[in-house]
């Protein structure tokens, strides 16, 4: 899919989801027209479903105009303080995992 779309700079690829990116509404339907051609030519189906909303949810962030925010679900509020080796062990694995998460 970065093979069909990565030259677009408004577009952000991930496996088969695209997403557009624009400022205002004449700006978002000219990028959905050069993608939807660019889909044509390759023979691609989409599967609209957000077109034109101002928020997505996109590889566990919610992308706004207001910036990009992870989403509540993902967030840990609450950890308990470790109390052997082990859990300290295992606290430190996710810190290391959770650093590696763009």
Avoid at 12 to 40: K, M, P, R, W
Avoid at 45 to 67: D, H, T
Wanted: aromatic share 10%; hydrophobic share 45%; charged share 25%.
């Amino acid at each position: 899919m970065y093979e069909i779309v990565g030259d677009l700079d408004y577009c952000f690829v991930y496996l088969d989801d695209v997403l557009i990116a624009f400022t205002d509404g004449s700006e978002h339907l000219n990028h959905l027209e050069e993608v939807s051609v660019v889909f044509q030519k390759y023979g691609l189906m989409v599967n609209a479903k957000n077109v034109g909303q101002l928020s997505v949810k996109f590889l566990g962030y919610l992308i706004s105009e207001k910036g990009i925010k992870p989403l509540p679900d993902r967030v840990i509020n609450e950890l308990q303080q470790p109390k052997t080796i082990k859990e300290l062990r295992r606290f430190l694995a996710l810190l290391n995992f959770l650093s590696a998460i763009p």
